[in-house]
Each structure stands twice: as structure tokens, then as C-alpha cells.
């Protein structure tokens, strides 16, 4: 394998962890957005903002890393290696995210179902 064919299968290899990460929390994140910002015009820009942001930061950190095919190295270890970055980014992100709706979160008043019957 080539340098180049290297770099694009570790960016294939990102952009689909990131994809499904984007999947896995889609709902969660819109329903706790739909309750934080109140209208769902707002919710889904909201949304649509953190699924971007959670697909280009694990990008950008991936493309960080140039893998080179040198004597005594397999492709398979610098595609690890720039998946690993890749990773890297994508947790950057989620702990990100968390990190601001958590402080949302915690000054949002929380009616229970029962409460409000």
C-alpha cells in the first residue's frame, strides 16, 4: 500500500466511527435539546451543529497524521496509528459536547411525568 492509499483508508475509517457515534447519540441528543432549547427550529440547528462538529473533529485530527511506509513497518500499524488520532478526536468531541450540555443540563428544572398529571 502506498502513503496516500494509507491516508485515505484512515480517513474512511474516521468518518465512519464518526458517522455512527453521530448515529447512536442522534436521538438522545435531540431529545435532550428539544427540552433544552424549547422549539424544535431550535433543537434541530442545535442538532445539526453538534453532528458536524462530532464528524469534523475526529477529520481534523486524523489528517494530523501522515502515514508513512518505511522498512520495518506494516500499513496496518500506520493505519492504526492515524485511526488512533482519529479517535482521539471524536472523544475530544463527545467529551466536548457533554461537557457544555451537562452545564445546561444542571441549571434546567426537571418536571417529572407524574408531577405534571
Do not use: D
Not at 435539546?33 to 422549539?39: I, N, Q, S, Y
Not at 453532528?51 to 497524521?65: D, G, K
Not at 452545564?103 to 405534571?116: D, L
Amino acid at each position: 500500500m502506498t502513503s496516500s492509499t494509507l491516508f485515505v483508508a484512515g480517513v474512511g475509517l474516521t468518518l465512519a466511527a464518526s458517522i455512527l457515534a453521530v448515529a447512536y447519540l442522534r436521538l438522545a441528543l435531540r431529545s435532550i435539546l428539544l427540552e433544552l432549547c424549547g422549539t424544535p427550529q431550535r433543537a434541530a440547528f442545535w442538532a445539526a451543529f453538534c453532528n458536524v462538529t462530532l464528524v469534523l473533529t475526529p477529520l481534523i485530527f486524523a489528517m494530523q497524521y501522515v502515514p508513512a511506509v518505511k522498512p520495518g513497518t506494516t500499513g496496518l500499524v500506520e493505519l492504526a496509528t492515524q485511526f488512533k488520532w482519529g479517535l482521539a478526536g471524536l472523544l475530544v468531541g463527545i467529551v466536548t459536547l457533554g461537557s457544555v450540555l451537562s452545564r445546561f443540563i444542571g441549571g434546567h428544572p426537571v418536571v417529572s411525568p407524574q408531577a405534571s398529571a
